[in-house]
Every structure is written in C-alpha cells, then in structure tokens.
C-alpha cells in the first residue's frame, strides 16, 4: 500500500512539474524578448585585457634572516601565466652577509615591460619553531607584492631577497647597479617594494610540518 501511495503522489508531482514548466517557459521567452527590445539601443562595452609579453629566466634569492628557507613560490593574478619558484637558502651568514645568490632554479615568467600595477602572490617555507613551540617548518605569504621597476631589454634573473620580520622583495636584474635591483646592495628598510608576510594559514593546513 506504501509503495502504491508513493508512486500514485510521484506521479502527481511530476505531472504537475510538466504542467509548470509548459507554462512557464513560453512566458519566459516572452519576458526575454521584451527585455531584448527594451535594451537593443544600449550600447555594450566589453573590456578586453591588454596582451602582456613575458620573459622568463632563472630564479635567485638571498636570506638576510636567521632561518632556513626550504623553498618560495611567486605566483600572478589568476590566468597570466606569471610566476615560478625559487631555491632552498641557508640563513644568514656569521659576517652579516647574505647566504644565497649561487643556486638559481628555472624559470620564473615575468612581463617583459615593467607592469606598475602588477600584484603577486609570494610564498616561503621556513624551517622556524611556530609560536606554539611544537613544530617546525612552515609556510609564510605575503600578498599585493609589487616587483620593483626595471628597464626593459636588458633584464636577468628574477630574486626573492628575503629580510628580518618575515618580509620579502622581489626584483628582476636590469644592469643598472647604481639602481633598486642590484642583488649586492641590501634593500633599506623603508624600501616601497619590500611587503610584509604572515603565516599561510591554508597552506598550513595543506602542507602540515613534518617534524614534531
């Protein structure tokens, strides 16, 4: 009897489902066409975005912090293509001197032509105790990083130059060494271009520590 009592009320909802949408999609097509008149003499506009030629070159970082850095990612906005990864690096040397600038990994695709209103997304794995002080190695990010201008034509490796309070800059070599983008010239603090990252909570949750 339930069953009977189920497929007699199934059929009625579908045929009344039917009935709806006999009535429905005719008035449907009605009110479409009567929206289409009402906007034929709107004019659309639809922005297409501006074609930008990339380079892509090695991949170079300097620490001037006291932690091991495992890797960094450099990724663009969603769909440029922009972005690469950069080498492990040791922590500060005992003279003040950077560690890093010898290993470079391939390749990391940038403009060609200096984009002012580019943002990237940087992320590095550092191997430091979180502040729960069970675990170690995790991942910092740092959005809306702005690279630094360069001169096009005469461009090199991309860097990740990595700074005390978990900041990072990022350059691309140009030749100009009385510039911002000579790797052998610490950036100043108040340097526009550095961006301030903080811990990742997603990759975190991701990428778990592998040591307790």
Not at 17 to 25: E, L, Q
Not at 151 to 175: K, Y
Request: with cysteine; charged share 20%; proline share 8%.
């Amino acid at each position: 009897m339930w069953d009977r009592t189920g497929g007699s009320i199934r059929k009625r909802i579908g045929a009344r489902w039917r009935i709806a949408m006999a009535v429905a999609i005719p008035m449907l097509c009605v009110s479409l066409a009567a929206c289409t008149v009402g906007q034929s003499t709107a004019v659309m506009s639809i922005e297409i975005p501006r074609h930008v030629e990339l380079l892509s070159g090695d991949t170079r970082a300097l620490n001037y912090t006291q932690w091991y850095i495992h890797t960094f990612a450099i990724t663009g906005p969603a769909g440029s293509r922009i972005g690469g990864g950069g080498p492990n690096v040791m922590p500060i040397r005992a003279d003040g001197r950077p560690s890093g600038g010898g290993k470079a990994v391939c390749c990391t695709s940038l403009p060609a032509e200096w984009q002012p209103d580019l943002k990237l997304t940087v992320r590095w794995l550092v191997e430091k105790k979180r502040p729960d002080g069970k675990k170690w190695g995790y991942w910092y990010k740092a959005e809306n990083v702005r690279i630094a201008p360069y001169s096009s034509g005469n461009t090199g490796d991309a860097w990740g130059i990595f700074l005390p309070g978990d900041r990072i800059r990022v350059m691309l070599t140009d030749g100009n060494h009385n510039g911002g983008n000579n790797p052998n010239i610490r950036p100043a603090d108040n340097d526009p271009y550095i961006a301030q990252g903080v811990l990742d909570e997603e990759w975190n949750r991701l990428s778990p520590p592998a040591h307790d």
